[in-house]
């Protein structure tokens, strides 16, 4: 991941942000959206993307489901109800903090 | 699109299981991600083994492999577990059961109160209480044990119910502060009804976690695991 340090408190975040616009998705899914969206900029470890989707998911945030895909069985996260308002608030935090961060490093444009 | 084979499939739990994910539902889901890796690198590089391609998938775990990853499921199942206690206690505070729970705490406060020698009463009953709960856990050990043996699927989730995720370490903690304090508690009436209500409370905690949640461990498995039907 670039600058990893940086992305790091956002990362439950992004993966909320994009179950709430996709429904549901499965792990390898995530990473990959990710990348796609980022054009390869961000790419998401698999070391952190798991503890941080079990961490949302201990927390009453996520439900998961599952499927028998060809021959193995898929998980699937999706949001459940406290996850999407909280998801909302996630989402009004993160923009507080960019504009923050632009009016620190770039003030002319604030 | 080249899809991996039944084969391959039991290839990547055995990969899984050699490197230390002990538990079906993790295994599962780490199968399903290394397949998908490995489907999308063949198709762009068909000449690659499976194994090599295995290999490169697994590479992108980091230098601790599944060791994070398992941990961290460690911890967060734990405080879904210490959740599920939390819930279940508070029900005895709620109506009906609250009725229960005042009345057992102003008996034993009663009994504290009126019992010659009522400090070793309190200590051998908070020792009772602990002491079942030791053999509780032993029995489960070993059963889980004989399970290991048998090669049977594991549930991180099933195994912190029976191991009580780990609250045990706290059954000390009262007889501690009664072998410290035995007198502390028998100062007034007010310190003795915290200490009427503590003991009634340790004893809660006990009863859901060697009682009520292992009863409803197949209900709590199902919602945790929507695959635990699947698999079984």
């Known amino acids: ?110 | 699109m080249m899809n991996l084979t039944e084969k391959h499939i039991e290839q990547l739990y055995d990969f899984t299981r050699k490197h230390f994910v002990e538990h079906y539902d993790l295994q599962t889901e780490l199968v399903d991600h290394l397949a998908n890796g490995i489907e999308a690198k063949w198709q762009e590089n068909p000449k690659l083994t499976f194994e090599e391609i295995l290999g490169l998938e697994f590479k992108k775990f980091g230098v601790f492999g599944f060791m994070d990853v398992v941990e961290n499921r460690q911890m967060a199942m734990t405080k879904k577990y210490h959740k599920l206690v939390w819930k279940h206690f508070k029900e005895f505070f709620e109506v009906p059961k609250i009725i229960f729970t005042i009345f057992a705490t102003v008996f034993l406060f009663i009994v504290l109160k009126n019992a010659t020698l009522n400090d070793i009463v309190a200590v051998i009953l908070v020792l009772f209480a602990a002491i079942f709960a030791f053999f509780e856990m032993i029995k489960n050990q070993l059963k889980m044990k004989s399970q290991i043996e048998e090669n049977k699927k594991r549930w991180l989730f099933e195994e912190i119910i029976s191991s009580y995720g780990n609250i045990m370490v706290m059954a000390a903690m009262p007889i501690q502060i009664l072998i410290h304090f035995p007198k502390f508690a028998f100062i007034n009436n007010y310190s003795l009804l915290i200490l009427s209500f503590l003991i009634v409370s340790y004893y809660l905690v006990n009863y859901i976690i060697l009682k009520i949640i292992p009863s409803k461990t197949e209900e709590y498995l199902r919602e945790t695991y929507p695959e635990y039907e699947i698999s079984k």
């Not at chain 1, 998705?25 to 959206?33: A, D, L, N, S, V």
């Open chain 1, 1 to 110: 991941m670039k600058n990893s340090q940086l992305y790091k408190g956002s990362l439950n975040t992004i993966i909320m942000k994009l179950l709430g616009e996709n429904g549901r998705m499965y792990g390898y899914e995530i990473t990959h959206k990710v990348k796609e969206i980022t054009k390869g900029e961000l790419n998401i470890t698999e070391g952190a993307l798991y503890p941080a989707l079990h961490k949302l998911e201990a927390e009453g945030l996520l439900d998961v489901e599952t499927e028998k895909v060809d021959n193995r069985v898929r998980k699937y996260y999706k949001l459940t109800k406290i996850g999407q308002t909280e998801t909302i608030n996630r989402l009004a935090e993160l923009e507080e903090f960019i504009r923050n961060m632009q009016s620190i490093v770039n003030p002319k444009l604030a």
